[in-house]
């Protein structure tokens, strides 16, 4: 309980010294949909995964359930609030809860040009017995309206110090139908990769990863959804 008021403080200081931007909020169209993530495991313990979310302008909601074939299954809900500046920067909080653990996650997108935005983030992850400190740094490059190439840095003190270096291509219609390749070479030999897709309301991807989340497991995820755009109300 005193864990949880902890965060709910934390939550609310930050959210009172964010910038507003109501007139943005207005306008944003509304996100909705549900991902089935189905992970094959090497340890034949495999993982269905069940996602839905609804994000209304500057706030998001997620409901994740990992449905394990054996042991514990884990009930991982998200709330984030993202909102931006005159110059388009971001600015987001956002509340995870992880099996045991709560995630609280501070992000910045800074628009450094018209073609480059800066990324900066910082995730506390409060466990009943200690706290743990994720960061990241990176970069996204856009040469068109939603073509992009993303490179990060991310150092995960947990396990065995985790460092991690996403890279990411997608290649969009103006209609933000787009295709995705991503390579993550990490240290301690556990590297990853991912292809995904989006084609107007369908969501399609299959990724594969060795060594995952500090165990000498391998996976293979393959995931379909669904994802819609709703109008802003009053359109």
Request: proline fraction near 5%; charge should be negative.
């Given at each position: 309980m005193r864990r949880a008021l902890r965060l709910a403080a934390l939550l609310a200081c930050t959210l009172g010294v964010l910038?507003?931007?109501?007139?943005?909020?207005?306008?944003?169209?509304?996100?909705?949909?549900?991902?089935?993530?189905?992970?094959?495991?090497?340890?034949?313990?495999?993982?269905?995964?069940?996602?839905?979310?609804?994000?209304?302008?500057?706030?998001?909601?997620?409901?994740?359930?990992?449905?394990?074939?054996?042991?514990?299954?884990?009930?991982?809900?998200?709330v984030g609030v993202h909102l931006r500046d005159f110059r388009r920067s971001s600015y987001t909080v956002e509340w995870r809860h992880e099996n045991h653990d709560e995630r609280v996650t501070f992000l910045s997108e800074q628009v450094l040009s018209d073609h480059l935005v800066g990324k900066a983030s910082i995730a506390p992850i409060?466990?009943?017995?200690?706290?743990?400190?994720?960061?990241?740094?990176?970069?996204?490059?856009?040469?068109?309206?939603?073509?992009?190439?993303?490179?990060?840095?991310i150092h995960d003190p947990r396990g065995n110090a985790l460092w991690a270096v996403p890279m990411r291509v997608r290649i969009a219609t103006e209609r933000n139908d787009?295709?995705?390749?991503?390579?993550?070479?990490?240290?301690?030999?556990?590297?990853?990769?991912?292809?995904d897709a989006k084609?107007?309301?369908?969501?399609?991807?299959?990724?594969?990863?060795?060594?995952?989340?500090?165990?000498?497991?391998?996976?293979?995820?393959i995931t379909l959804g669904v994802e819609f755009e709703l109008p802003p109300p009053g359109r």
């Open positions: 910038p507003r931007s109501a007139s943005a909020a207005a306008t944003q169209p509304t996100g909705v949909g549900a991902l089935f993530r189905y992970w094959s495991v090497s340890d034949h313990n495999d993982n269905r995964d069940y996602i839905a979310y609804w994000a209304p302008g500057p706030f998001h909601v997620l409901l994740e359930v990992w449905d394990y074939q054996h042991g514990e299954d884990q009930f991982r809900p998200e409060i466990s009943p017995d200690s706290t743990s400190i994720v960061w990241s740094v990176g970069a996204d490059y856009y040469w068109r309206s939603y073509d992009f190439a993303s490179l990060d840095l787009w295709i995705q390749a991503s390579f993550v070479p990490q240290s301690k030999r556990t590297n990853g990769w991912a292809l084609i107007r309301w369908l969501r399609v991807g299959f990724e594969r990863n060795n060594r995952y989340d500090y165990t000498t497991l391998d996976n293979a995820i």
